[in-house]
């Protein structure tokens, strides 16, 4: 399993100033972190580690090659609880990384429904929850098939921190093989999940990790907030069993994982040397 980075180690820098600190840190795995659709004002002027959909999918795979690192996912993290709106991330634009991704070889696409916003979002009951995360997402799992590509839920809101909320999800589009996890062990414990439970059951689903792992301090927001972006220590130094997810996986063949991870270098050198301590690496 490779062990690389998000591509977002420097604040209001571009896509290439952080290929660049990913190579010196020794780096040579990293998700393709943010994307968008149409052109952005930030990423244009170089203020923004963003990478546009639109753009020649070629062009972003030779930038990478330039450095010596290879994508892995691309993340297309969307708002599925929210109403249908061009203004919002969703269906439109997860079809449009599916086809970037399978351009250049990359199969494993990223997304979740993220915490619902809107007062209609938030009036949703379970059942409407799980029917407009299966609507939205019907169209690009079948579209995936067919380009070779996986659709990965990522914990990462109130349907996908819960295993109930995955399962039902898988069942509502008829479990197709197209459609996958991507296991975030801080999103998942935060979300009041057991990291180990969810790596045990979706084991032959989960095709890309995002690690991390959370301090004592995170406790108390447990079961009460869904998805904290990155951490901030190495892994194995917080409360979340790290450990127990590698032995649940260690067999799974997982070909790639990332590092969510924001801090200084040793910071993620140590979370990296741990994973490999835990039998994660190669």
């Known amino acids: 399993m490779t062990i690389g980075v998000f591509l ?12 660049r600190r990913a190579r010196e840190m ?10 968008n659709a149409g052109g952005s004002m930030m990423g244009t002027a170089g203020f923004s580690p963003t990478i546009s959909l639109d753009e020649n999918p070629f062009e972003v795979k030779r930038l990478f090659e330039k450095y010596d690192i290879t994508p892995t996912t691309v993340c297309a993290h969307a708002g599925l609880l929210e109403p249908s709106n061009p203004g919002t991330y969703g269906t439109a634009e997860i079809m449009k990384a599916i086809k970037f991704a399978a351009a250049i070889g990359i199969t494993e696409v990223v997304t979740t429904e993220t915490d619902p916003r809107s007062e209609w979002a938030c009036s949703l009951s379970y059942a409407e929850q799980i029917f407009v995360i299966a609507e939205k997402l019907c169209v690009p799992v079948r579209m995936a098939a067919d380009y070779g590509v996986h659709v990965l839920l990522e914990p ?116 990296k040397a741990y994973l490999e301590q835990c039998g994660m690496g190669g």
Request: charged fraction near 25%; hydrophobic fraction near 35%.
């Open 26 to 35: 020794g780096f040579k795995h990293a998700d393709i972190t943010d994307t």
């Open 156 to 271: 990462h809101g109130p349907v996908t921190d819960t295993i109930k909320g995955l399962q039902d999800v898988f069942n509502r589009l008829g479990n197709p093989d197209a459609l996958g996890v991507n296991l975030d062990t801080g999103n998942s414990w935060l979300g009041g999940a057991d990291p180990v439970e969810m790596a045990r059951i979706f084991k032959d689903k989960i095709h890309h990790i995002h690690w991390k792992d959370l301090g004592a301090e995170w406790e108390s927001k447990r079961g009460t907030e869904f998805g904290c972006g990155f951490s901030t220590i190495a892994l194995g130094e917080g409360v979340i069993d790290i450990k127990g997810v590698c032995d649940v996986l260690r067999d799974s063949g997982i070909a790639s994982s990332t590092l969510e991870i924001v801090g200084d270098d040793d910071t993620l050198k140590r979370s």
């Open 8 to 19: 977002f180690n420097e604040p209001f820098a571009s896509v290439e100033v952080q290929l």
